[in-house]
């Protein structure tokens, strides 16, 4: 069975950093780009970041251009999003998914597997 096991989450001030992570089990998902999205509490679910299978080619959503970013490591199965210079407005659920292939994409639709998430709070 797939899963998808986020960490890292958690409170932070404004201006802080957090590392999230994200740790895949029951198959391999190094031939497979990777994702990060957030959904804010009344808001839809957001793109954030996703990688390739590589790391060869890294997408971003424009609001965390510049202070995210994402990374992988194919022999442990993991992904990875460093946030910098959070914001309140950056306080969501944050997950990761795995896409259905190698497409870097911001489209949710495409992505397979998705974790149960992880509460990042910015606070002002």
């Known amino acids: 069975q797939v899963q998808l096991v986020e960490s890292g989450g958690g409170l932070v001030q404004a201006g802080g950093s957090l590392r999230l992570s994200c740790a895949a089990s029951g198959r391999t998902f190094s031939r497979y780009a990777m994702g990060w999205f957030r959904q804010a509490p009344g808001k839809e679910r957001e793109f954030v970041a996703a990688?390739?299978?590589?790391?060869?080619?890294?997408d971003y959503a424009d609001s965390v251009k510049g202070r995210f970013t994402i990374s992988r490591d194919n022999a442990k199965n993991t992904v990875s999003l460093q946030m910098n210079s959070l914001q309140p407005e950056d306080t969501a659920v944050y997950y990761c998914?795995?896409?259905?292939?190698?497409?870097?994409?911001?489209?949710?639709?495409?992505?397979?597997?998705w974790g149960q998430g992880t509460q990042v709070t910015v606070s002002s």
């Open positions: 990688i390739s299978w590589s790391g060869g080619r890294i």
């Open positions: 998914a795995v896409d259905q292939g190698d497409i870097v994409t911001p489209l949710h639709y495409r992505y397979a597997y």
